[in-house]
């Protein structure tokens, strides 16, 4: 039997006021947690032209202040030498900054790279061998700052110091001996190295003139040291600077060659390079 018509228009009318009502309820919800108190933030308005999505902002710990350091062992003596220029992209920084420090009487550390990573290990390192001079009573050996040196850069090798360095001394022998190192500390004792901006220009001079490489015929030094005099070593690390100075924009203005003997100690001389 079907319904009166009248009755299913009440019905049909009810229903439509129940979903308006809870239209209405739903409303009044929305509007109570818009207006209740909450935290405050503040955002700053778009600029024109730039959109609404996520952006990026990225964070660069390190800064490369360029330069160069070469070190040669000889039979009596080690030479460790350095440029003077820090630089940053095609700034010219400073023109006077050394990149030698003397850790003990017969040790000299050459340090390129970063100069706040250089100048905070440096500070470290002299902490080191000072605590050592006073536990022990005499001043570190080289070969102990070289194990040292290793252990606080590998102490870092998660953030590392942004650093090239060489260490340069003699051994209880008296024979002239060099470290190379890689930013974490795996270092090894070698004849000559030279490390830097001005590497790949150095490297195939000393390759050719202390190792012997590219020579047929002529005789290989020793494992330990090059067969040089003192004099020659110097003048060919002066013929190195001076060529590299003129081709590489982050090394010049004037280099450091200091010669480590068992008789004299530490002598620094300063010689110029192109300042351009």
Request: contains cysteine; charged residues 20%; glycine residues 10%.
């Amino acid at each position: 039997v079907g319904r009166p018509a009248c009755l299913c228009r009440v019905t049909l009318e009810t229903h439509a006021e129940q979903q308006q009502a809870k239209r209405g309820e739903k409303r009044a919800r929305m509007a109570c947690a818009t207006l209740s108190p909450g935290p405050l933030t503040l955002a700053a308005a778009p600029k024109e032209g730039h959109s609404h999505g996520a952006s990026e902002r990225g964070f660069y710990p390190y800064d490369y202040n360029g330069g160069t350091t070469l070190a040669v062992a000889g039979a009596n003596f080690a030479i460790v030498a350095g440029d003077t220029r820090m630089s940053s992209g095609y700034n010219i920084k400073s023109r006077n900054v050394s990149k030698l420090f003397k850790l003990s009487p017969n040790t000299v550390l050459a340090t390129a790279g970063f100069r706040g990573d250089i100048t905070t290990l440096h500070k470290l390192l002299r902490a080191k061998a000072t605590e050592y001079q006073q536990k022990h009573g005499e001043p570190i050996k080289v070969h102990a700052v070289a194990q040292m040196l290793a252990n606080t850069l590998y102490g870092r090798r998660f953030f590392p110091y942004f650093t090239w360095n060489i260490l340069a001394g003699l051994d209880e022998k008296g024979i002239g001996c060099i470290y190379s190192y890689d930013p974490v500390g795996n270092y090894e004792r070698v004849r000559v190295n030279v490390t830097g901006s001005g590497e790949s220009l150095i490297q195939p001079l000393l390759d050719n003139q202390f190792e012997r490489q590219h020579q047929q015929g002529a005789p290989r030094p020793s494992p330990l040291c090059v067969d040089l005099s003192q004099e020659d070593t110097v003048e060919l690390v002066k013929d190195a600077f001076t060529s590299a100075g003129e081709r590489d924009i982050r090394t010049g203005d004037s280099f450091e060659v200091c010669v480590i003997t068992s008789q004299g100690g530490v002598k620094i001389e300063t010689y110029p390079l192109n300042i351009d």
